[in-house]
């Protein structure tokens, strides 16, 4: 089985590098338009003005394939948006039913103990109130509450320390 993931955040961050790119070049051609689509001849002789034409030739055949590639990077750049849109569609679609499918599951294990105690057999606890370290309320029918975990460090030849913080 292949798995494919998919981060659409990072599809329209890399879609919008690319198109950043695009203007960087499209700038960079637009510059050296003039200068290098209208040389004039280093003299007045046959020579110089083959020349001069050979590289003038040489310039707009350069902005043709210029803007061919401008065309197809704007298609990459709307392809990459694109999968972004419909990476992020398809996992709030895939998301959404997984939800509903828990809470019912949740609901149908918790409805008896609701009704009989007045609380959710199974249930992940109320947090606490940010910063003031202290526990959450009661997580389902058990007495337990979350607490958060210190740091440990081990001591060499006494075991595991808490470390503050």
Request: aromatic share 6%.
């Amino acid at each position: 089985m292949s798995y494919l993931i998919a981060a659409p955040d990072v599809l329209t961050t890399a879609a919008v590098d690319v198109a950043g790119i695009a203007s960087s070049v499209r700038a960079a051609n637009l510059a050296a338009l003039a200068p290098t689509s209208a040389l004039m001849a280093a003299a007045a002789d046959e020579v110089s003005a083959a020349i001069s034409s050979l590289f003038s030739g040489h310039a707009k055949e350069y902005q043709a394939l210029g803007a061919q590639a401008a065309a197809f990077h704007e298609q990459f750049v709307q392809a990459l948006s694109a999968a972004s849109g419909a990476y992020a569609a398809a996992e709030a679609a895939n998301v959404n039913p997984l939800q509903t499918l828990a809470k019912d599951i949740f609901g149908a294990i918790n409805a008896p103990t609701n009704f009989l105690l007045g609380r959710p057999l199974i249930g992940d606890g109320v947090d606490a109130m940010p910063g003031t370290g202290q526990p959450g309320g009661p997580a389902g029918f058990c007495g337990a509450t979350a607490v958060r975990a210190g740091r440990v460090r081990w001591v060499s030849g006494e075991g595991p320390a808490a470390v503050p913080g």
